[in-house]
């Protein structure tokens, strides 16, 4: 009875502790329900953001607000001289959280990093096989393929064993589909029966706790007070996500003080929101390209000429005044100026409807023509108004005699169509994953892509050339050379038009210490204060 | 028109004034519904005659003038009466141009229900052994189904577009008429004029279309003028979800999903679409009321 | 009453049946692949791709796919969402309470104002009220609501600050969730931990006023018009005149003779207008951050998820089948000539 009493009273005490301290409270307005929070399963930043950057880590991060990669579960590693084997040194007394079902008996250790990479490599793992999921990103990355083994060194050293040369292998594993899971809680789900908690009660070492998630209302968590990295751990003791699908209404209520970050605000409003008194506006160039793509399989957009009536007639300082409403920059290159190896030398052709009509006269279309000009149905990273971006194309082709229908589906139907290359001209995107060339050239334009992102069809072997050597290259210099020559190249030939590099925004409360934009447009909250 | 026939069986006698005529004096009662039908005529006369009505093409983009006020506010220019929108498009242009599409949709959908709902009602109606239920049944199940919804489900399946918007408003709206044809129609299948005619050896068909179906008329045209102004609403509501007319056609529901972008920094892109929708819709359900009031009073029960 | 009862039951039968085909055939009609919105602008191995459409049983004939549909419905199992992987019956239960609160809180509001002005009006027929209460309800009959939900945000919320923006609750109080409606959760917190949750019913109330307002509206104005003409009707009974005639108050007359008659089409109003408020809730949640059905609906229908989308559907119209049941039943209790008739 006594006990009893003691335990209420402790409760009541820790209740009142925690309440006490609710100034220590984040509340960030997200843009949209997750679909889970096990990383490996998905490939959307909303995903990414409400899992891997709060309740996981990985063997090696991103900095916060930077591409540049830097030890995370392991302290360090040692790549072997041909490239192919990286080991892992891990980082000791990392603890795993609890909840009401699991308390960990043990710290983190190389099982985690064997189990979590075995379950996506391994089709007859156990796990995998209770609960059976697909590893989109993970295989979109050629990680399958090259991963030869994973293996457990000795309790605290992991070495990945490669096929082949790859120089981002180590950003891809800092990247969020490759979240440590706990092997101890894994099997103890696997034991229970409950494998699918793996995706609604997450368990990590990461900074904040996942606590509960009510569907298109709101996700909470509170503070690792155990985490390990105590410069960017948890600054605030109750992490929020009220999740408010409208961007008005996250601008409303950051406004009210209802939210102190919100997630993706309409370019329209930026203005405003720095206009704000109350509000502070971080900016930061995107990592990201916005561009239209023209099918060179479908005739006349074979024809070179064609593709430069088609782009010098585009008229990009207007589409960025409206679409963008200034937020973001005209891109020249395929990949953003952030990006190393961009080549600053390449230049846009100047906007020139009458040379155009010309050229498309010389081309033997003195008339004109009717093309099909697909716009995305929705709002993304790279382009945030994609109907009106056709709109204003379709208006500025109609100068030179070119009749665009505007078409458009679902979403996945887009897609879907246009990697079967239904389209004529195609207004679509890429936002970077890993911070490497390699990631933006060849998986938008490489020869290998040309059934899946390479939605121009365009597979042309001087520039394939150059992107396949500078993958297996591990030398920056080296890469940097190759990569610089094939973006020449690329505004030669003209597959793409590039349209532009969306600024990030994040409105925050002024109050708001701390917080970083990502480049990769992930949203975390570690090492963020409210005062 | 629609008592013709009753009359005919009556007093002649007495000197009724013409049917025109009553209907009229009835109608005209209703200073509301005489306000209806001059605002809605005007929209319409503006609709026929866009082209020559309108400033501007709809489609034309102005780029220096983007988002630029209406002209008595600052910032305005006389030249665009209304102002413009994001990408500089004139707003009373494309109002005026909305209005085609939208009174286009709302028509087209009355009409491709109300027929097959005429023909489905007056079938359940003459054959209340089994085709009867089981169009009801059919019918029941698509009321069971929130209109809306179901008008977006239709209009995913086919594609947003101008004619997969009519078809998915007048499917979802065929059961009301199914419903009150078939209602109404069993009503008259009782008198005795139906019957009399039956003996006089009137075909099916003859009693389904010429007897029985002009009788109820009164009730119908009510109903279409309703159904009218709730397709546009619907076509309206499809366009704000982005699932109705696409750009860079100007409809007004679809403007107003685009306007919400700007609602913080243009209040005229977001205010006069809705004000218009908002204005033809009362129009028209103010025509409903007079046309209910005038046609047969005894239908001011039905809301 | 029993056999009535049971006749009525029996005539959902083919109903339900129905709508089972119809929500599963609209669906699969739907072109669109769920494994293709998951993965995005990022490339899809078409190996995984056959194997994620064979793990979740797309790639068997159609027949098949809804004899399965049929016989886990059989069995009360609904299946689980393609995105999310949660039971589509769980998301539907954490999810219909707050349609459901703001539904109720939506009718509330609409018949208590509907009712009202409808028999203010009735009572002072041809008066300046009686002109202003016909003229508002006819023009929030033409309202579209969503665009009067953007105007109630701009005014109340952003201009006037008297009303939160969206949600359902302050996210400050961390609501332990009982019944799912948060304002009878937020009411117990309240009552049990005054120290902490002091002030939360109120917040959980106001965050419902805005919503109910836009998703009432309509409603409103058919209760209000419709009671009116009922009322009008009832009034010149011979009944109300003999009651009248009796020396009874008018007041008596009005409320236990003629509104209790005049009520019963107003009722019949209230179930038909059960399936226009789901439709209106699509759009009400939509632009308030509701966390109900109608969006998730919407997300559902756009990211292709079939298994929510049909059962979505298929609660949605058991529930207005439902409430159209329960009306008839009252329809049947208040007016013997309908219970009787064969």
Aim: proline fraction near 6%; aromatic fraction near 10%; charge should be positive.
């Amino acid at each position: 009875m006594r006990d009893a009493k003691k335990v209420l009273l402790a409760a009541s005490l820790l209740a009142a502790a925690s309440y006490a301290s609710a100034s220590g409270t984040l509340i960030y307005c997200s843009e949209g329900s997750p679909a889970g929070f096990d990383p490996g399963q998905y490939t959307a930043g909303t995903d990414f953001d409400a899992s891997a950057e709060t309740v996981f880590n990985r063997l090696v991060q991103f900095q916060r607000g930077a591409t540049k990669v830097v030890p995370g579960l392991a302290t360090k590693w040692d790549v072997s001289s041909d490239g192919l084997s990286y080991t892992f040194h891990l980082r000791s007394g990392v603890k795993f959280h609890s909840n009401d079902s699991f308390k960990p008996t043990r710290d983190f250790n190389a099982d985690d990093v064997v189990f979590t990479f075995d379950r996506m490599l391994n089709k007859d793992n156990a796990f995998r096989k209770a609960y059976p999921t697909d590893f989109p990103y993970f295989s979109d990355m050629g990680m399958p393929d090259n991963i030869v083994k994973v293996e457990k060194v000795d309790p605290m050293t992991v070495r990945f064993q490669l096929k082949t040369v790859d120089a981002s292998f180590l950003a891809d594993l800092a990247m969020s589909f490759a979240s440590i899971q706990s092997a101890e809680y894994a099997d103890k789900l696997l034991k229970d029966g409950h494998p699918e908690w793996i995706n609604s009660q997450p368990i990590g070492t990461g900074p904040f706790v996942f606590k509960r998630y009510q569907k298109d209302a709101q996700i909470r968590f509170v503070a690792n007070k155990q985490y390990w990295d105590k410069a960017e751990g948890p600054k605030v003791d109750n992490l929020i996500f009220a999740i408010t699908t409208d961007p008005s209404v996250r601008f409303q209520k950051l406004k009210a003080g209802e939210c102190q970050v919100a997630a993706y605000p309409r370019p329209a409003d930026v203005a405003l929101m720095k206009a704000d008194p109350k509000l502070h506006v971080l900016t930061q160039s995107g990592f990201n390209v916005g561009y239209l793509g023209y099918n060179v399989l479908h005739k006349p957009l074979n024809n070179l000429q064609v593709r430069q009536a088609l782009d010098m007639s585009i008229n990009k300082p207007a589409i960025l005044t409206a679409v963008y409403q200034g937020q973001g920059q005209p891109a020249v290159n395929p990949m953003p100026p952030t990006q190393w190896s961009y080549n600053k030398s390449v230049k846009d052709a100047k906007f020139d409807p009458t040379k155009a009509k010309a050229l498309l006269t010389k081309a033997g279309f003195p008339n004109g023509f009717d093309i099909t000009l697909w716009a995305m149905p929705v709002q993304r990273p790279y382009n945030p108004n994609a109907k009106l971006m056709a709109e204003m194309i379709q208006s500025d082709w109609a100068k030179i005699g070119v009749r665009a229908k505007i078409v458009t589906y679902e979403w996945g139907e887009y897609l879907k169509r246009a990697k079967g290359g239904e389209h004529d001209a195609i207004l679509v995107g890429w936002t970077g994953d890993n911070g490497d060339p390699d990631n933006w050239l060849n998986v938008l334009l490489g020869c290998e892509a040309v059934n899946g992102n390479n939605y121009t069809k365009w597979c042309y072997k001087p520039f394939n050339d150059l992107v396949i050597k500078g993958k297996s290259t591990a030398n920056v210099a080296e890469r940097t050379k190759l990569y610089t020559q094939a973006q020449v190249i690329a505004k030669q030939q003209l597959p793409l038009t590039t349209i532009a590099h969306s600024t990030v925004n994040e409105p925050t409360a002024k109050n708001v210490v701390g917080f970083k934009v990502s480049p990769f447009g992930l949203n975390s909250f570690y090492g963020v204060s409210v005062k | 028109m629609t008592t013709q026939v009753q009359m005919s069986a009556e007093d002649k006698a007495l000197a009724y004034p013409s049917p025109l005529k009553e209907f009229w004096q009835g109608f005209s009662y209703n200073k509301g519904a005489v306000m209806g039908l001059v605002f809605l005529a005007v929209v319409v006369v503006a609709a026929l005659f866009a082209p020559w009505v309108a400033p501007y093409n709809p489609i034309d983009q102005y780029r220096d003038f983007m988002l630029t006020p209406p002209s008595w506010a600052d910032g305005g220019t006389a030249k665009f009466l209304l102002g413009t929108d994001e990408i500089g498009r004139d707003m009373l242009s494309r109002l005026i141009y909305g209005a085609r599409l939208s009174l286009l949709i709302g028509l087209s959908a009355v009409l491709s229900s109300l027929i097959p709902g005429i023909i489905l009602g007056l079938l359940a109606a003459f054959y209340p052994k089994v085709l009867g239920p089981l169009i009801m049944r059919v019918m029941d199940v698509m009321m069971a189904l929130p209109s809306l919804l179901l008008a977006i489900a239709i209009v995913a399946i086919l594609g947003p577009s101008m004619l997969n918007t009519i078809i998915a408003i007048s499917v979802v709206s065929l059961p009301g008429y199914v419903r009150l044809v078939r209602a109404s129609a069993m009503t008259e299948l009782n008198r005795d004029y139906v019957t009399a005619a039956r003996v006089a050896g009137a075909g099916t068909l003859r009693l389904m279309f010429v007897t029985v179906l002009p009788n109820c008329m009164a009730p119908l045209i009510v109903h279409a003028t309703m159904s009218f102004s709730s397709a546009i609403l619907d076509a309206a509501a499809l366009g704000f979800l982005g699932m109705g007319v696409q750009p860079p056609s100007a409809e007004w529901g679809a403007m107003l999903s685009s306007a919400r972008d700007y609602i913080e920094r243009a209040w005229w892109v977001v205010s006069w679409p809705g004000l218009t929708i908002l204005l033809s819709v009362l129009a028209i359900n103010l025509i409903g009321d007079g046309l209910r009031d005038a046609l047969d009073p005894k239908l001011k029960r039905a809301a | 009453m029993f056999s009535f009862i049971l006749r009525r039951l029996w005539l959902l039968v083919p109903s339900i049946l129905g709508i089972t085909l119809l929500t599963f055939g609209l669906i699969r009609m739907i072109p669109g692949d769920p494994v293709e919105v998951m993965v995005g602008e990022r490339t899809l191995d078409p190996a995984l791709h056959a194997a994620a459409l064979h793990r979740l049983g797309l790639d068997k004939p159609l027949y098949l796919q809804y004899l399965d549909y049929a016989g886990s419905l059989l069995h009360g199992n609904l299946g689980q969402s393609l995105v999310t992987r949660v039971n589509v019956w769980d998301e539907f239960t954490t999810l219909f309470p707050a349609t459901l609160e703001l539904a109720i809180s939506a009718m509330l509001f609409a018949v208590v104002v509907g009712l009202l002005a409808g028999v203010v009006a009735a009572i002072k027929r041809g008066s300046l009220f009686d002109h202003g209460v016909m003229g508002l309800s006819l023009t929030g009959f033409s309202m579209p609501i969503f665009w009067l939900g953007l105007l109630l945000i701009m005014l109340f919320s952003v201009r006037l600050g008297w009303t939160p923006v969206s949600g359902r609750i302050d996210l400050a109080f961390d609501i332990p969730v009982r019944t799912g409606l948060m304002t009878v959760d937020a009411w117990l917190a309240e009552h049990n931990d005054p120290a902490n949750f002091a002030g939360a019913f109120k917040d959980a109330l106001a965050h419902l006023i805005l919503p109910s307002i836009a998703l009432g509206t309509i409603p409103m104005a058919v209760i209000a018009r419709m009671t009116r003409s009922s009322m009008l009707e009832v009034l010149r009974e011979d009944y109300v005149r003999t009651a009248r005639a009796k020396g009874l108050s008018p007041a008596r007359v009005i409320f236990i003779h003629t509104l209790r008659n005049a009520l019963i089409p107003v009722l019949t109003v209230v179930g038909l207008q059960v399936g226009t408020l789901m439709g209106g809730a699509v759009l009400t949640e939509t632009i308030f951050s509701w966390p109900g059905i109608g969006k998730w609906l919407i997300d559902a229908i756009q990211r292709r998820d079939y298994p929510v989308v049909q059962n979505g559907i298929l609660m949605v119209a058991l529930l207005v089948i439902l409430v159209n049941f329960i009306v008839d039943i009252l329809y049947g209790i208040a007016n013997p000539r309908i219970r009787h008739a064969k």
